[in-house]
C-alpha cells in the first residue's frame, strides 16, 4: 500500500448524476469529500455514451433532479428526451452551479480500497499512484457503467474502425460512405440503428434476439409545454416519491384478462400512439405478472411490426419472442422497424447465421464473409456489480468483495455489504435501482446515506456494518417478489445473465420506489434497524466525521 498522501471523511467514485449529487449533499452538511472520476470530463454515462443517436429513455421532467427548484426553473431541456450531449451539459451546469468541480480529481481511477479495522477507515488507492484515507467509501460509479465485450473471436484483428457504444470517442466520427456493421440490438443498439441508417454506405444490424421497441414520440419543446410542466412541477416530484417506478404514472388495478377485445385494442392502440417507456405497462396491473396478459402486449407489437417491415422474412425475423414483453427493458424508437424497409440496411439473424469470427476485412458468420469499414459494438454492460467488483475492494479481515459476491451480488437494503463496513452502494444490487427513474432513486439513496453519515457525527459512531443475516432476509425478499412476477422468465442483465459466468441472480428491488423510499426511511427512523453502528477505540476522527 502506498504512502497515505490525503486524508477526508469520504471518497466518492463518478462525476455521473449519483457522485455529483453525492458530492454536493455531503459537502454542504459539512463533510470533507473527495471525489475520483476516471473521464476528463463530467457526465458519468452522459460523457461516455456519446454514440450517434444517444438519449435517455424517460421524459425530462423526471429524469433530472429535484433538489433545486432553481435549477428546475433555470434549466430548459429542449426536446422531451434529451439526447446524450444535451443530459452532459446539464450535468455541467449542475457542476459550475454549485461548485463541485473542484472536488474531483479526473482522469484518475479507484483501483483499490482496503478497510482498515483499527481506525475504521478506508484506504483507497487511485491510479495515479496516490492513496487516500477516508472514514466512508461512497462508489457512485454507475449500474450501467463497465462496457461488456461482444467475447467474438478475433475482434482484434480488425482492420477498420471498431467502438463500443459505452466507450464512444471523442473525436468526430464519420460515417459518410462506410460499410458499418452493428452488433447489439439493446436500447443502445436501437438508437445508434435508427441514426445511421441512410447516413452511411451500408449499414449492416448482428442481432441475437429481437427486442420489444416502442415508439418514443420525441419532440421538441416550446416555452409552453415548459410552463405547463413547471406550473405543477412541485406536486409532480412529490407524486414521483410514493409511486412503484419513481415517476408521476398512475398503476391500474384492472386485469388484461377481464377486458373486451374492442377495450384493449383502444388501450394498446393509445399506448403505442401516446407512448413513454411505461405506456404499455400502464394498461393493465398484470402485464408483468401474468404470462396471458403479457402475451396481449407482446402480440400487439408484433403485429404492429408485421404491419410496419415491408418484407415478411424481415419481419419474421424482427418478432421478439422467447421472452414477456418487458422483462427485458423495452426500447423507444420512432424509426426503429421502418428502417429495415430500406435497401441500404440488411439484418443479419445471428440465431439462423451465427458470428463465427471477426477478421481484418470483416465479419464472418455461417453464411460467409461480410466486409465491413466499421465496427460497432452494442453489446452492452456488465451490469449493478460490475463497477464496484472491477475495483479490489477489501473489508473486515482482508475479505475481498469478488469472493464475497461470487455466487451473486447481496446487499442489505440495497445500501451496504456485510463485513465492508462504512461503504454505501448506490442504486446497485438490492435497490429498485434500473426498474425505477434512476434521478429519483440516486437522490434517496444519497439522501439516505447523509442522514446517516450524519448521526454517525453526532452520535460519535466511527461505524456502520450489516450482518450476513440481514442480507439473507432482504436478498430473499428481493428474490420472493421476482418470483411474483415475469422477470425470471428473460435472460436479462437485472439477472447477469448477458454476461458469461456471471452468477444469474436477480439483483433488482422490485417492490416499487415508494415502497423502498419507506422502508429505507423506517430503517433509519428505528435506530438503523438491521446495522450495527459502534466506535473505535482508536478513532482518528477525520476533518467533520
Ligand atoms: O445493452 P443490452 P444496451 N454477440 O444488454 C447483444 C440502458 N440504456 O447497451 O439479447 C451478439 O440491453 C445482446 O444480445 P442478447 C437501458 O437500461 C438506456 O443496449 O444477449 N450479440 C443485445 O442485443 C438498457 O436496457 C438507453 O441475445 C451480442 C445487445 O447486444 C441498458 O442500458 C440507451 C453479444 C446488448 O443489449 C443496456 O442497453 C442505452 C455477442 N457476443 C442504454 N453480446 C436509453 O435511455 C451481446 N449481444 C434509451
Given amino acids: 500500500m502506498g504512502t497515505t498522501t490525503e486524508t477526508c471523511d469520504a471518497v466518492i467514485v463518478g462525476a455521473g448524476f449519483a457522485g455529483l449529487y453525492a458530492i454536493k449533499r455531503l459537502r454542504d452538511a459539512g463533510f470533507k469529500i473527495q471525489a475520483f472520476e476516471a ?50 451539459h446539464y450535468l455541467e451546469h449542475v457542476a459550475d452551479r454549485f461548485k463541485l468541480r473542484e ?24 491510479s495515479d499512484g496516490k492513496t487516500v484515507a477516508a472514514r466512508f467509501f461512497v462508489p457512485a460509479s454507475g449500474v450501467l457503467s463497465v462496457p461488456k465485450p461482444p467475447e467474438i473471436a478475433g475482434i482484434e484483428t480488425f482492420k477498420g474502425e471498431a467502438y463500443h457504444t459505452g466507450r464512444w470517442p471523442k473525436h468526430d466520427v464519420k460515417f459518410e460512405g462506410k460499410r458499418i456493421g452493428v452488433i447489439g440490438t439493446g436500447s443502445s443498439g436501437v438508437q445508434t440503428i435508427q441514426a445511421l441508417a441512410g447516413k452511411c454506405k451500408h449499414l449492416t444490424v448482428f442481432q441475437r434476439t429481437a427486442v420489444f421497441v ?70 393493465y396491473a398484470d402485464i408483468l405478472s401474468n404470462d396471458d396478459a403479457n402475451a396481449t402486449v407482446a402480440e400487439f407489437i408484433r403485429g404492429k411490426i408485421r404491419k ?28 426503429y422497424y421502418s428502417v429495415y424497409n430500406r435497401d441500404d440496411v440488411t439484418l443479419v439473424d445471428l440465431k439462423t447465421a451465427p458470428i463465427e469470427r471477426v477478421v481484418p476485412e470483416g465479419i464472418v458468420t455461417a453464411e460467409g464473409l461480410i466486409e465491413l469499414d466499421m465496427l460497432i459494438y452494442a453489446t452492452g454492460y456488465d451490469a449493478l456489480s ?37 461503504l454505501f452502494t448506490v442504486t446497485g444490487p438490492g435497490s429498485p435501482g434500473p426498474l425505477a427513474n434512476m434521478s ?86 428505528a435506530g438503523y434497524e438491521g446495522f450495527t453502528l459502534s466506535k473505535t477505540k482508536q478513532a482518528k476522527t477525520a476533518g467533520a466525521t
Fill in 386 to 422: 460490475g463497477a464496484l467488483t472491477r475495483i479490489d475492494v477489501r473489508g473486515v479481515g482482508g475479505a475481498r468483495l469478488t469472493d464475497k459476491w461470487a455466487d451473486g451480488a447481496r446487499t442489505y437494503l440495497g445500501l451496504m455489504v456485510a463485513s465492508f463496513p462504512n
Fill in 39 to 88: 473521464g476528463d470530463g463530467i457526465g458519468g454515462t452522459w460523457y461516455w455514451n456519446q454514440y450517434p443517436g444517444a438519449r435517455v429513455d424517460l421524459e425530462c421532467w423526471d429524469y433530472s433532479y429535484s433538489f433545486s427548484r432553481e435549477l428546475q426553473d433555470e434549466w430548459d431541456w429542449t426536446e422531451r428526451y434529451p439526447t446524450a450531449r444535451e443530459l452532459m
Fill in 440 to 525: 429519483m432513486s440516486i437522490e434517496q439513496h444519497i439522501d439516505w446515506i447523509t442522514r446517516c453519515m450524519e448521526d454517525m457525527r453526532k452520535n460519535g459512531w466511527t461505524r456502520i456494518d450489516t450482518s450476513s443475516d440481514q442480507e439473507d432476509k432482504w436478498m430473499q425478499g428481493v428474490q420472493d417478489i421476482v418470483k411474483r412476477t415475469l422477470y425470471l422468465k428473460a435472460d436479462s442483465w437485472y439477472l447477469g445473465a448477458n454476461v458469461p459466468g456471471k452468477p444469474k441472480v436477480f439483483l433488482p428491488y422490485l417492490g416499487g420506489h415508494g415502497n423502498y423510499r419507506k422502508k429505507c426511511d423506517e430503517v433509519a427512523a
Fill in 308 to 335: 410496419i417491415v415491408h418484407k415478411p422474412h424481415v419481419a419474421q425475423k424482427l418478432l421478439p419472442t422467447g421472452f414477456p414483453f418487458g422483462t427485458k427493458r423495452p426500447c423507444l424508437g420512432d424509426t
Fill in 214 to 283: 416502442v415508439p418514443a414520440k420525441n419532440h421538441a419543446l416550446t416555452p409552453a409545454m415548459r410552463e405547463r410542466v413547471r406550473a405543477t412541477y412541485a406536486e409532480r416530484r412529490e407524486i414521483s416519491k410514493i409511486t412503484r417506478f419513481g415517476i408521476a404514472a398512475a398503476m391500474p388495478s384492472e386485469s388484461a384478462l377481464d377486458a373486451t377485445p374492442e377495450e384493449m385494442q383502444m388501450k394498446y392502440e393509445n399506448a403505442w400512439t401516446n407512448s413513454q417507456l411505461l405506456g404499455f405497462r400502464q394498461c
Fill in 103 to 126: 472536488h474531483i480529481r479526473f482522469n484518475t481511477r479507484v483501483d483499490s480500497a482496503e478497510f482498515d479495522e483499527n481506525a475504521d477507515m478506508w484506504r483507497i488507492r487511485t
